[in-house]
C-alpha cells in the first residue's frame, strides 16, 4: 500500500538519542490528527513491537523504499508535555534557524544517564511483642549482638535509615538480608531529589503594595481570572518593587492550580531572588541554571513534571520546564542580551515565550526599568499591554547623577582613570562607612578608535556604526566592510591622542588598592566567579559588609539590594556607547539606569558618577536625568533613519570555514543567491555585505557575515528557507558551516 504522507518520529526522548529519527507512513485516517508534536504508536524492530514515539517532522517524500516504511498504529488524543514541547521545537526551527535536532536539545528537558538519588531506610514487618520475644531469643545466644543492635534500634524507632545502620550501628549487610528473608524487617526504598536550594526559614509576613504596585496586580490577576491571556510589559523605574507585584500575581496563578515560569537574566541573580521567592512560597519553588549538577537539574525537571513544584527560576534555559499546568510566564529586565540564545539556533527568550504561553494558555509579564526598543514599541502600538511604575517602593529618593567630562579632566592633567569627583565621594563613602559600586562595561568592546582630548568617535559614513581597529593599521566596519587606515591624528580636532579605547576589571582593581590602599576590595567578574558558588560568595561577602569597595562588570548592576550601598560610579561609559554595533546607545543607556539604580535604594542617599568623553551624548544625558522616554523618543529616530530593528528586521548571516579562501568565495557566492532571490521575488530587501566578522578568525576557523534588511519578519524567513536549501543542496560549501541570527543582538 503505498501513503502519500510521511512522518519523522523519534522513539526515545533523550539527548543521546534525539538525531535518531525514524520514518513512518501516515494512514488516511490520520492525517488531520498526525501534527508536529503528536504522541503516536508505531510498530519497531523486526518484531513489530508496539511503542511510544513523537512526531518532530512531516513529508511528501520517502526516504528509503516504500515498501520498507510501516505505517503508524495510532495517534494518540491525551495531552502530554513533550507534545507541545515538540511543536515549539519545530517552530524555534522555523523562526529562528538551524535543525531541528538542534532546537530539540535546546527545549526537550535534559534526559541523560543520571544516577537516581535513593534513600533506604529498614523497617519492623512483625508485631512489637514478637520483635520483643525475638530480641530477647537473640540475646540468650552466641555472636547474635548485630541481630541484637537492629532489633533494639527498631523497636525504640519503627523505621530505621539504611546508612545509620551500617554506618553508625555497625550493622553487616548479610545481617539485615537475613531477618528480611525472615519477614521481620523489610528495606524500602524510595527516590530523593537533590534540592539546589538550601534550607530557608520561610517568612509569613506579606509586603504591602502602594497604590501604584496594587492597581496592577488587581488588573493582571481580574483579567486571568475572566480567562484573558496576553502580554504585559511593567516599565517600572529601579526600586519601584517589580518583584512583589510579581509574587502577587504568581500568588494567584498557583491559588488556580497552575505553575509559573520566572526567568531572570543572569545566574548571578539566581542568589538573592530565590532567596525572596523561597521565603514567600517555600520548597514549591527551585531553581535551573547551568551552574547545578547534571542530577539537580535532572532532579528539578522531574519534579516540575510530577507536580511537585509551583514556581521556576532561571535563565533562559527555564523557559523549557516541562510543566504540566503552566499558567503565567515572567521575563524580568526583559532588555536583557543574556535572553538571546548565542548558539545555534539563535531564539531570543521573549519571543519563545509568547510562543510557549500561546500554546498552553498562558499569560506573559515583562519587567524592566529600561524595556528594549523592541518591546515598548510594541507596547506603544497597542500589542503588548502597558504598566508603568515611576517611583521607588521603598520612597527612597532618585540618587543624584554626576557626570564628569573626562576631556576635562585630561585638561586639568589628571591621567588616572578616576576623575576627581570620583576620587572626592569615594574618599568620603569610605570614612562614613558605606559602600562603594565601581562599574565597568566590558561587554560589546570592539576596539573602537576615540580622541581622549574632544571625545570624537570614528565611525562608518553609510551605517553610523563604530569602525573597529584591526593589527594590519585599518579600521573596518563589520556591517558593509567599508574599510580606511588608521588616522594619525584626531580628524576633528587634530590632537595626536586618539587610540583604541579600553581597559580590564583587574586593572581596575589594582588601581583601587593603590589609591585607596586601606579599602577591603572585592572584585567580580567572569574570573573571579567560575567556580560552582562563585557570584554567591562573592555577593554574600559583599551584603555583610566585609568589603567597601566592589569592582565588576555588568554582572553586579544587575538587581542587586545592597542597602549600605550609597555611590556607584562607572569609570567608562564610552566602552558600550562605541561597540560597533546599532543597539550601543540603547545597551548604555540600559547599563547606566541600572548601574544608578544599585545606589541609595534604602534609608541612605545615593549618588552616581558617569565617567565619560561624550557628555552630551543624548544616552548619557536622558540616563543621568532617568528620562527613558525622551531617549525612546531619540533612539527610535535614529533607528527609522537607519531602517535597525524594531522598525525594520535584520537577518545575518554567518559563513566560517577552516580555509579563509573558501568561506571568501562562499559568502560572495550566498550574497548573490540572496540578491537574486530577493530580486526574483520583488522583494523590498537590502543585501549588505559580505564583510570580514569583527573577529575575523577563532581557533583557526574563518568567518564572513552578511546582513539582509526587510521589513516582514516572515518574509525573511522566505530568504532563510531558500538560502538554506541552497547551502544545504549546492556542492560549493562542502568545507564551510552556515548560521542564521535573526535581529543580532551582539556584534560578530
Known sequence: MSYGNYADIIIDISHENLDKTYQYAIPEEFITKAVIGSLVVVPFGKGNRQINGYI???????????????????????????????????????????????????????????????????????????????????????????????????????????????????????????????GITKTVSKQVYRNPIQEQEISSSKVILNPDQQQIVDDIIEEYKKGIRTTYLIHGVTGSGKTEVYMEIISSVIAQGKQVILLIPEIALTYQTVLRFYRRFGDRVSILNSKMSQGERYDQSLRAKNGDLDIIIGPRSALFTPFMN???????????????????????????????????????????????????NKAKKGIYQLYTLNKRAKEALPPKVWIADLREELKNKNKSIFSMKLKELITDRLEKKEQVMLFLNRRGYAGFISCRSCGHVIKCPHCDI????????????????????????????????????????????????????????????TDTTKQKGGHEAILKAFSEHRADILVGTQMIVKGHDFPKVTLVGIIAADLSLHAGDF?????????????????????????????????????????????????YNQEILYRTMMQYPPVAHILLLLITSKVEKEAEKASVLIG?????????????????????????????????????????????????????????????????????????????
Open 56 to 182: 518532530i517532522d512531516l513529508s511528501s517524500e520517502p526516504k528509503l523504499d516504500v515498501n520498507l516504511i510501516k505505517p503508524i498504529i495510532r495517534v494518540e488524543d491525551a495531552p502530554v508535555i513533550e507534545s507541545h514541547l515538540i511543536y515549539l521545537a519545530y517552530w524555534i526551527k522555523e523562526h529562528f534557524g538551524g535543525t531541528i535536532n538542534d532546537a530539540l536539545k535546546t527545549v526537550m528537558p535534559v534526559k541523560k544517564a543520571v544516577k537516581i538519588k535513593e534513600q533506604r531506610s529498614i523497617r519492623l514487618m512483625v508485631e512489637n511483642q514478637k520483635a520483643k520475644d525475638l530480641f530477647y531469643e537473640f540475646q540468650s545466644k552466641k555472636n547474635q549482638a548485630a541481630r541484637v543492635r537492629l532489633l533494639g534500634a527498631l523497636l525504640e524507632k519503627k523505621v530505621l535509615d539504611y546508612d545509620d545502620a551500617i554506618h553508625k550501628l555497625k550493622i553487616p549487610r548479610s545481617t539485615i538480608l537475613s531477618l528480611e528473608k525472615k
Open 326 to 376: 503552566l499558567g503565567l510566564i515572567i521575563i524580568d529586565e526583559e532588555h536583557e542580551n543574556s535572553y538571546k540564545s548565542e548558539t545555534t539556533p539563535k531564539y531570543h527568550a521573549v519571543d519563545v515565550a509568547i510562543k510557549r504561553a500561546e500554546l498552553t494558555g498562558s499569560s506573559v509579564i515583562l519587567g524592566s526599568a529600561t524595556p528594549s526598543l523592541e518591546s515598548y
Open 466 to 525: 563604530s569602525l573597529t581597529s584591526h593589527n594590519n593599521g585599518r579600521v573596518i566596519c563589520h556591517y558593509c566592510a567599508y574599510e580606511e587606515g588608521m588616522p594619525k591624528r584626531c580628524p576633528s580636532c587634530g590632537s595626536k591622542y586618539i587610540a583604541a579605547f579600553g581597559t580590564g576589571t583587574q586593572k581596575v582593581e589594582e588601581l583601587v588598592k593603590k589609591e585607596f590602599p586601606h579599602a577591603r576590595t572585592l572584585r567580580m567578574d
Open 583 to 631: 543597539r550601543a546607545g540603547e545597551r548604555t543607556f540600559q547599563l547606566l539606569c541600572q548601574a544608578a539604580g544599585r545606589a541609595g535604594r534604602d534609608a541612605l542617599p545615593g549618588e552616581v558618577v558617569i565617567q565619560t568623553y561624550q557628555p552630551e551624548h543624548y544616552s548619557i544625558v536622558t540616563a543621568a536625568e532617568g528620562d527613558y522616554i525622551s531617549f
Open 672 to 748: 548573490k543567491a540572496a540578491s537574486h532571490f530577493v530580486e526574483e521575488h520583488g522583494l523590498k530587501a537590502t543585501v549588505i555585505g559580505p564583510a570580514p566578522a569583527a573577529v575575523t578568525k577563532i581557533n583557526d576557523i574563518y568567518r564572513r557575515i552578511l546582513y539582509i534588511k526587510h521589513n516582514n519578519y516572515e518574509e525573511l524567513i522566505g530568504i532563510k528557507n531558500y538560502l538554506e536549501g541552497y547551502y544545504k543542496f549546492s556542492e560549493y560549501f562542502s568545507k564551510c558551516h552556515l548560521q542564521f541570527d535573526f535581529n543580532p543582538m551582539s556584534g560578530y
